[in-house]
């Protein structure tokens, strides 16, 4: 698994730019419409539940799959007071796309219909789940379960990319942090053999430090 730090000079900023100009700039470079992919590239951009997706039996995905359709990319904020009768929609609703026994070629106005929720309704199941503001790609009901990518760096990378938009610097700040000082098994037996190697051949402390942050550079899992 690779992981790579992108940026893209002169970015809107949520909060300094308006939504609107975001969701445009958005939607210039990333999607998760997989119509166009030929098969192999459409099929690792979906999202498969594994054991690592719930913490607890029944609590929701953790990567927050399946993700809603949407009539065209929007930020959602979370919603300030919560309401029990949103609560029982908002369950309903995900249960709805986790079954997934629906006609996925379904338009999203029908879809509101299948689910007895006006508009405003839908948004607002869809704001009680969410602790921060988040950017929800327009997506229809058969992309639900897919990863947004960029189709320019799916050309030339051609295997999955999971690429978003970053709406809080801090929270991807951190996430950042911990992959570029993760220390991994395979980095603590590779450093514990190094330290035997030189304690061996009495090669002097300076030396064994030097070998040290050069493996430590090379097994990183993250560049920028
Ligand atoms: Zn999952």
């Not at 730019?17 to 939607?27: G, M, R």
């Not at 459409?42 to 609590?59: A, G, I, L, M």
Request: charged share 25%.
């Amino acid at each position: 698994m690779n992981h790579t730090l992108l940026w893209i000079e002169g970015a809107p900023v949520y909060g300094a730019e308006n939504n609107s100009q975001i969701e445009q700039f958005v939607d210039k470079y990333i999607t998760c419409n997989i119509d166009h992919l030929y098969s192999k590239l459409s099929k690792v951009h979906r999202h498969y539940h594994t054991k690592s997706c719930r913490k607890r039996k029944n609590s929701h995905c953790r990567y927050n799959f399946p993700v809603p359709p949407m009539r065209a990319t929007r930020i959602i904020e979370p919603l300030s007071l919560e309401d029990n009768v949103v609560v029982e929609k908002s369950k309903s609703l995900f249960a709805f796309l986790e079954q997934g026994e629906f006609d996925k070629l379904m338009s999203f106005d029908d879809f509101l219909t299948e689910l007895n929720l006006s508009e405003d309704e839908y948004i607002q199941a869809i704001q009680c789940t969410l602790k921060q503001p988040t950017i929800f790609l327009k997506r229809k009901l058969s992309h639900i379960w897919n990863n947004s990518f960029s189709k320019d760096m799916l050309v030339m990378w051609k295997a999955n990319t999971d690429v978003q938009y970053v709406l809080n610097a801090y929270a991807a700040t951190s996430y950042c942090t911990l992959y570029m000082t993760k220390v991994d098994k395979s980095m603590t037996s590779a450093f514990r053999r190094i330290r035997k190697e030189h304690e061996r051949s009495h090669i002097d402390a300076i030396q064994m430090i030097h070998t040290l942050g050069n493996t430590l550079l090379n097994l990183q899992q993250m560049s920028a």
